[in-house]
């Protein structure tokens, strides 16, 4: 979920004052993607990663998708925006003594240091979907693919019943209202959209397909932790709440995300965490 980096040539680190950048930064988004394991390695085994070759996954985070394709014998170059989220993958990375990747700081809107036509298979999931400016986004995810080559994301879906695109859709409610020329990252789970932003980067449209699939959020805690989580680490639902208590409405947004992700539990076990959330996969052939 979180946004956004060469192989040895390095990316510049985008500015401190970056707000993308300082959102991330602001939370631990580790204590979310705990829950995540499972379904990333699920994910990347479906996406077909194979040994060898070069992978680039865009806003890492910690490396819930990265780590798993470097475990498949891929040549992987994870990129993130968030300093805290970077120094937590290269630590996963050391810990499991795997080659052949590494995790760097950078911005997906401006692939510093990468060059064009290096990656076999470009990826993000719910990742570059919340970075600023999509049609940047979108042309340097092209750029650095190689002719023949996949690009894969995972977005979030507006308006979905399911957990995630409701989380986000209360949150926003109690939030301050977003900025004068702020482009909502669900617009990235709407194909018009991506069919637009990637036809503009030169991929003819029969090129790009989507399909429905699910994200599990599983763990050995229950549902209102996970929403302790979500309150105390996830920048933001951090500022949902920072918003909801200037004015007198935090209770009532605690309650709302009670009740939501209660309902979504489809564990049996009220101490275990078994949560699916739909998203868009998107499949960009180069």
């Known amino acids: ?11 510049a680190s985008p500015s401190a004052s970056n707000p993308n950048k300082v959102l991330w930064e602001k939370g631990d988004f580790t204590r979310i993607a705990e829950t995540m394991r499972e379904s990333g390695a699920q994910l990347v085994s479906d996406i077909g990663i194979v040994p060898g070759i070069k992978v680039l996954d865009l806003g ?3 490396g ?36 052949d990747i590494s995790i760097r700081e950078g911005d997906c809107t401006d692939l510093q240091g ?4 290096e990656f076999d298979v470009v990826m993000s999931i719910f990742g570059a979907m919340f970075a600023p400016r999509p049609f940047d986004v979108a042309r340097e995810m092209v750029r650095v ?37 702020f482009i ?20 003819p449209e029969e090129n790009i397909s989507f399909q429905k699939d699910s994200f599990r959020f599983q763990a050995p805690i229950s549902a209102s932790e996970f929403l302790n989580r979500f309150r105390h680490y996830y920048g933001p639902t951090m500022n949902a709440f920072e918003a909801a208590e200037k004015n007198g409405k935090a209770e009532a947004l605690q309650q709302e995300l009670e ?8 564990s049996k076990d009220e101490n275990t965490l078994d949560v699916p959330a739909t998203f868009l996969r998107v499949t960009v052939k180069k």
Not at 114 to 117: E, S
């Open 184 to 203: 909502s990252p669900m617009t990235w789970g709407v194909e018009t959209n991506v069919r637009e932003r990637f036809t503009a980067a030169g991929i």
């Open 60 to 62: 890492c985070g910690d």
């Open 1 to 11: 979920m979180p946004e956004t980096t060469s192989l040895q040539g390095g990316a």
């Open 145 to 181: 693919t190689r002719p023949g080559g996949r690009i894969i994301m995972g977005n979030w879906i507006p308006g979905d019943p399911t957990m995630v695109a409701q989380l986000l859709k209360i949150s926003s409610s109690y939030a301050p209202p977003p900025p004068e020329g």
């Open 259 to 266: 009740v939501l992700f209660n309902q979504h539990n489809r």
């Open 114 to 117: 990468l060059p064009d036509n």
């Open 64 to 99: 819930t998708t990265a780590i798993p394709a470097a475990r498949l014998g891929a040549r992987v170059l994870g990129i993130d925006i968030a300093r805290n989220l970077v120094a937590a993958g290269n630590a996963r990375i050391q810990e499991e003594r795997l080659n």
